[in-house]
């Protein structure tokens, strides 16, 4: 089955300050790659998303995601966060298995990135 | 549009009660989802449908049943509510293809007692 290992639980950063939450996933025929954003009290909603092309994805608020398919990695980056970016982070995966196996996302525990003043 | 709506956003049963989570979407999706979220376990997912009439279990399914008579209506049951079963629900839909994104709804907050 596909696994999402999200590295951290938590990352307290200082405003302004850059930041890269982790994500690695199992191995798998192919993939899409997605982040989403749960900001408190709320639903998730989509932040960014990869499904082939460019390995770099960006968000309309600054984030950015790249693929990389030797590491099976696909981290999120800022290069300078704002309070307002405080909420969880899920990195969620959409992948077929050798067999041909369903394409039912599988999510990370999440990342609750703290933005301190 | 919409987009997913559910009811109730805020429940408390005692342990031994029935309910039903209702999940609705108006984007004609095929694939409905309901995950449940806990601290530190992120979201998992308890049943899933690709389609009117065609469901299927998660991760955790024991302790809900679901059912999908059309298209826009997905919901969730509780038979005979648990302490265990205290969590946030989450119902979220998306285009059959595994490249679309999900949308979610905003969520319903159970606490059994």
């Known amino acids: 089955a596909q696994s999402v290992t999200q590295l951290d639980s938590q990352v307290p950063v200082f405003e302004e300050a850059p930041v890269e939450l982790r994500c690695n996933y199992s191995?798998?025929?192919?993939?899409?790659l997605f982040w989403y954003v749960q900001y408190p009290n709320q639903g998730l909603q989509l932040l960014l998303k990869y499904l082939s092309g460019s390995t770099l994805v960006e968000s309309i608020n600054g984030f950015e995601a790249e693929f990389n398919k030797s590491q099976t990695s696909f981290h999120l980056r800022k290069p300078s966060v704002h309070i307002s970016d405080t909420a969880e982070y899920f990195c969620?995966?959409?992948?077929?298995?050798?067999?041909?196996?369903?394409?039912?996302?599988?999510f990370g525990r999440g990342t609750s990135l703290i933005v301190h003043p | 549009n919409a987009g997913v709506t559910q009811t109730p956003k805020f429940q408390v049963l005692k342990t031994g009660q029935s309910m039903t989570l209702q999940c609705a979407q108006d984007m004609n999706h095929e694939y409905m989802s309901w995950y449940r979220q806990d601290p530190g376990m992120g979201l998992r997912l308890i049943h899933y449908s690709v389609g009117a009439g065609i469901t299927d279990q998660g991760e955790v399914p024991n302790g809900y049943n679901v059912s999908r008579s059309t298209t826009e209506d997905f919901p969730l049951r509780l038979l005979s509510a648990a302490p265990s079963q205290t969590s946030v629900y989450f119902c979220?839909?998306?285009?059959?293809?595994?490249?679309?994104?999900?949308?979610f709804g905003p969520g319903t907050r159970l606490t059994v007692l």
């Open positions: 969620a995966v959409s992948a077929s298995t050798a067999s041909g196996g369903s394409y039912i996302p599988t």
């Open positions: 979220a839909s998306r285009g059959l293809a595994p490249y679309n994104e999900q949308f």
């Open positions: 191995s798998s025929v192919s993939v899409y």
